[in-house]
């Protein structure tokens, strides 16, 4: 066998082990995830039960992860993805702006409300003063999402932002992100979750638009609640 025919063998080896590591890996923070859900709210989690429903010993689980303390960042981290992919999935632009937010606002709602131990494990970990938690991470991308969205919008609509308007659009837009979800937070704390998960959504992204609508006409400009996103920056665009 030549060297390179072996070096070959060998780079397939490793990379079938790198899978199957990923593949190992991955199922063990599934069974987690599966272990917290089928979990009272505030039951202690214990790796044997991660373990045992990932179908592995428990020093494999350790094979995988330095300690209980990576277990858990490695844990919190796949529910925060869970919850950014939810979001993500209803951020496209289509329909009217009203429309948009409660799409976004109820991709949200419906991800806490049909997970709420995973939204306690997003919410685990809170910083200290200065520093930045897995959740706010998640909330701080959003907002930059929004926040360049908004920007965009505007330049089309002609409206010209000062110096001190886009110093304000950061916290104002974060302001806004984080009442949604201060809201879910004490609303899947409450002992009767009221209103529904729907009704709640509706809420909120009707609050969210009478705040947007506002800012908007503040700067002279009227959205039609009814228009198409698509269509307001055509008419936009045409004048």
């Not at 089928?38 to 039951?43: D, N, R, V, Y």
């Not at 429903?53 to 490695?74: K, N, T």
Request: hydrophobic share 50%.
């Amino acid at each position: 066998m030549s060297g390179d025919e072996a070096a070959g063998r060998s780079d397939g080896r490793r990379v079938r082990w790198e899978q199957h590591n990923t593949q190992r890996r991955q199922l063990i923070l599934e069974a987690a995830v599966a272990v917290l859900e089928s979990s009272p709210p505030g039951a202690e989690i214990h790796v044997r039960q991660i373990a045992e429903r990932a179908g592995v010993g428990r020093p494999v689980v350790y094979r995988y992860f330095a300690d209980r303390a990576d277990l858990d960042r490695a844990v919190q981290a796949y529910v925060l993805d869970m919850l950014r992919d939810s979001v993500a999935a209803e951020a496209s632009l289509s329909g009217t702006v009203e429309q948009i937010i409660r799409r976004i606002v109820g991709g949200y709602v419906g991800w806490a409300a049909a997970h709420p131990a995973l939204h306690r494990v997003a919410e685990q970990d809170r910083p200290a003063r200065g520093q930045v938690g897995g959740l706010e991470v998640v909330v701080k991308q959003i907002v930059d999402l929004v926040a360049e969205l908004f920007t965009a919008a505007m330049e089309l609509l002609h409206v010209e932002l000062t110096d001190d308007d886009v110093a304000t659009l950061d916290p104002l837009i974060f302001g806004f992100v984080g009442q949604v979800f201060g809201a879910v937070r004490r609303w899947l704390w409450r002992a009767e979750r009221r209103p529904s998960a729907d009704l709640l959504a509706d809420a909120l992204a009707r609050a969210i638009w009478f705040e947007i609508a506002g800012l908007a006409a503040d700067r002279g400009v009227h959205l039609d609640p009814e228009m198409p996103l698509d269509e307001l920056l055509l008419n936009a665009l045409a004048e």
